[in-house]
């Protein structure tokens, strides 16, 4: 028993904002953002979108990609790291919103990872024979949380969510391998400090701007590359594959810099590596799935390709999953 991903959907929001935008909110420059990123510009949800509609739009056009009605799912999994509502999260209001009935749900929070984890996770409980149609889905309004006064954080995210309807196959097609790692020792590294139970809301954590993300972006840099590379081997490995079985590479979309840096440390030619931050930025746990989506969709992967898909984010976690399509 195998899982495979028999579809997959995306969205992001209308609203289209430029670095250029940009400038006139924070002290930036399209040119410092575009050499030090890679981003030109990003969707942001308008001040009155309900969050949910992104992963509903998205969670739909997998299903419909796999010509599959919602009624199969029975397992939805919501990767994000911040929820409509810290409780109860996001997934029963996506769940309601796609009409799945007494279908158990839950979100998962693994930093940018979430995607990646997911996968491993859905995969695990497939191969366990617990579930034979699991919709994951990343969702995130990072928009939401983002200091707009901040220029270290503000240019660098977007909003999007990207989703699989994975199935129960065969042993060798689907998910070949996974790798999820953690390191606590970096949990500081990307934050939120208020909000949660241990510094609940509160006037002094508004007027602190403490339920804002907060980040130290070099330190994220310098573990990011390492990180992907290491998952990248140990889920070729426990795949039995190597580089050269390999047809695409999709990383987590943080930054072109931190991707061209993996690319060169893995020995794997650019035009392998599968990136659309420039024109979404870093939507966190629908970063891998979005760029999955239109990969597929614009024909690029095709039947029996093999992608090693891997993340890094806030925990710090990491991870990379091998997939053939
Ligand atoms: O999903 C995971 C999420 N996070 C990441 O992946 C972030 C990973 N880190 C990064 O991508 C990079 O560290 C950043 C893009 C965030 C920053 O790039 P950097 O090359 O590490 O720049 P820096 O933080 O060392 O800052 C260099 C300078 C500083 O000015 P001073 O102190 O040298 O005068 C910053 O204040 O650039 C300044 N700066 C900016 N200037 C114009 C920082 N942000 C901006 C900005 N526009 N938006």
Known sequence: ???????????????????????????????WIVRRTGIRERHLLEADEDPSKMGIAAARAACADAEASPGVIDLFVVATNFPDMICPGSSPFI??????????????????????????????????????H??????????????????????LFGDGAGAVLLEAGKQDEGVLGSAIF???????????????????????TLESGGHFLKMEGAGVYRSAVPMMESATRSALAAASLDLADVDWIIPHQANIRIIDSLGVRLGVERDKIITNLDRVANTSTASIPIALDEARKDGRIKSG??????????????GAVVVRF
């Open 134 to 155: 699991i919709l994951l889905l990343g969702s995130e309004a990072l928009s939401r949380v983002t200091d707009w006064s901040d220029r270290k954080t503000c240019v």
């Open 182 to 204: 953690g390191d606590n020792d970096k949990a500081m590294l990307l934050h939120m400090p208020a909000g949660g139970t241990k510094e609940p809301a509160s006037d002094s």
């Open 95 to 132: 769940a309601s919103g796609l009409g799945l009935d007494q279908v158990p749900f839950f979100d998962l929070k693994a930093g940018c990872s979430g995607f990646v984890y997911g996968l491993a996770v859905a995969d695990g409980l497939i191969r366990a024979g617990m579930y034979r």
């Open 305 to 318: 390709d093999v992608v090693v898909m891997t993340a890094f984010g806030a925990g710090v976690t990491y």
């Open 1 to 31: 028993m195998g899982s495979k991903i028999v579809g997959s959907g995306s969205y992001v929001p209308d609203k289209c904002v430029t670095n250029k935008d940009l400038e006139r909110i924070v002290d930036t420059s399209d040119e």
